[in-house]
């Protein structure tokens, strides 16, 4: 497909072009290398709203699996709350994460590393699956993030609810900002973007530097992004059917200013 450099949104497209050379499966490193900086990345996010939004979301009752769980900061805070959870990851480096945090906190579930294209588990064992801060997207192609929406209604129960936070691309595209940076400990970060609207994905560079030592890493983070009009196709496709889209953690409506897109699935 030929698109005319006007079309582009992003003016930063040198360092894009670039990075289509990357390895297409990038995403089976990138977390797993980056391990505790990750941990201090979400540590930022308000975790416990996030839970409580999540309590309000699915049935306490049955098994629940923390699809893509990473360092289990969600997956942790449930179990605690007597929720039985199961958590699973890729990365084998938060995984170990997720661990040390069940030791420090004196509640355990099991966690499973795996591929969300091919899950480990029985036909229909879920009572809900929940997949938190844009954990889907990072697959080479769609076809393959459909895959694990399929992999995703085989192992849910009838009437078993998925939860989907994604980040809106309609937000991103109408207040795309190229350059942004943001500060938490022990580092400053600065963020890269462009958006390749071919592939409709977003394509970051994070560079963290350490305040203490001013050592810098830097760091290229992929990510599809969707439409709630394309995601309610996909989702469909796979056999679930859309009840509620949210903006945000507290209910927030959800229209082009929401960041966020939270959607609440079905298996009927
Ligand atoms: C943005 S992080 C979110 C982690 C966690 N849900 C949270 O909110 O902190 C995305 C997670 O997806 C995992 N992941 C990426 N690709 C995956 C795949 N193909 N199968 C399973 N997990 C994957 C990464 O290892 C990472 O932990």
Redesign the pocket.
Known sequence: MIIHAGARVSGCMVWLIGMKSQKREW?VNI?NGMGSDWEAI?NMRDTVKEVTFIRTAISKRGVILDL????G??SVILCRSGVNVIGM???RN?LMIARRRMSESGFEFPVVRA???HFPFKNEVFSAIIN????FG??PSESEDEKSLLEIFRTLRKNGRFLLDVANRDHIVRNFRERDWAEFEPYYLLERRALDLEDSRLVSQWTLVRKDRGKTKSIIHEVRLYTLTRIEQLLRRAGLVIEEVYGGYEKQEFNLEASRMIVLAQKR
């Open positions: 995403y977390f979400v893509c769980c990473g360092t900061r969600h990851d890729l990365s938060l591929d969300m294209r938190m801060f844009t954990s990072y697959l």
